[in-house]
């Protein structure tokens, strides 16, 4: 098994910058890929990025590129996402993801074996 804790989510404002981070453990050896999605107030749960837990490749999904960064400290078990000029529209319940085996980045929910609790991240406008 695998645990995932978030931390770092909070209220802010519009164009301000927030970063929350995804402590993993446990059984992490095997873990492949690690992934954010949101879910904002009566929406769809989302695929915000997603990491390769080794090499260099990385997704980000459209409405976030260019604002948003993931990024990743293997020694630390941590996976971290850098939220630049956030939105309104940002405001949501961030989770980290972890997935075992598979080597593609997924964007679907059903990829993905382990799931932390969630941290929510608030901006005004």
């Known amino acids: 098994q695998v645990q995932l804790v978030e931390s770092g989510g909070g209220w802010v404002q519009a164009g301000d910058a927030l970063r929350v981070s995804c402590a993993a453990s446990?059984?992490?050896?095997?873990?492949?890929?690690m992934a954010w999605f949101r879910q904002a107030p009566g929406k769809e749960r989302e695929f915000v990025a997603g990491?390769?837990?080794?090499?260099?490749?990385?997704l980000h999904a459209d409405s976030v590129k260019g604002r948003f960064t993931i990024s990743r400290d293997n020694a630390k078990n941590t996976l971290y996402l850098q939220m630049d000029s956030l939105q309104a529209e940002d405001t949501a319940v961030y989770y980290c993801?972890?997935?075992?085996?598979?080597?593609?980045?997924?964007?679907?929910?059903?990829?993905?074996?382990?799931w932390g609790q969630g941290t929510q991240v608030t901006v005004s406008s």
């Open positions: 993801v972890a997935d075992q085996g598979r080597l593609m980045i997924g964007t679907v929910q059903w990829q993905y074996d382990f």
């Open positions: 446990g059984r992490t050896a095997g873990i492949t890929v």
């Open positions: 990491v390769r837990w080794s090499g260099i490749a990385k």
